[in-house]
């Protein structure tokens, strides 16, 4: 697909994102914090100017959660029972992604 033709394409290979924007290339590093079967947690290296949060995917599923308080920013293609799993695994490990987090980007 030519780059110029969408407005963004996705490319995920391990720990590594290529985001293709026009025809602009930006690389990512995708730090992992917690894999529960499936279901692999994450930040990017260029949230650090966000506010606390995790991204989940799933094959080529993905949700974003704020971690304070703990909520939905958004997600896709997943279902309302995955959603509602991931909510309660992140409940449960937040103080793990909070400390994650805060070492990751020096807070």
Same mark, same amino acid.
């Given at each position: 697909?030519? %780059?110029?033709?969408?407005?963004?394409?996705?490319? +995920?290979?391990?720990?590594?994102?290529? +985001?293709?924007?026009?025809?602009?290339?930006?690389?990512?590093?995708?730090?992992?914090?917690?894999?529960?079967? %499936?279901?692999? *947690?994450? *930040?990017?290296?260029?949230?650090?100017?966000?506010?606390?949060?995790?991204?989940?995917?799933?094959?080529?599923?993905?949700?974003?959660?704020?971690?304070?308080?703990?909520?939905?920013?958004?997600?896709?293609?997943?279902?309302?029972?995955?959603?509602?799993?991931?909510?309660?695994?992140?409940?449960?490990?937040?103080? +793990?992604?909070?400390?994650?987090?805060?070492?990751? *980007?020096?807070?």
């Amino acid at each position: 697909m030519d %780059p110029t033709q969408c407005r963004m394409t996705y490319v +995920v290979c391990g720990r590594l994102q290529c +985001v293709v924007r026009r025809t602009q290339v930006h690389i990512r590093w995708m730090p992992t914090v917690l894999r529960i079967g %499936p279901y692999r *947690f994450f *930040f990017y290296s260029s949230d650090g100017n966000e506010p606390q949060h995790i991204h989940v995917e799933r094959d080529a599923s993905l949700a974003k959660f704020w971690l304070d308080p703990v909520r939905l920013e958004y997600s896709i293609g997943l279902s309302a029972p995955e959603i509602r799993r991931f909510g309660r695994i992140i409940v449960g490990q937040r103080q +793990v992604l909070l400390r994650h987090w805060d070492e990751y *980007f020096g807070r």
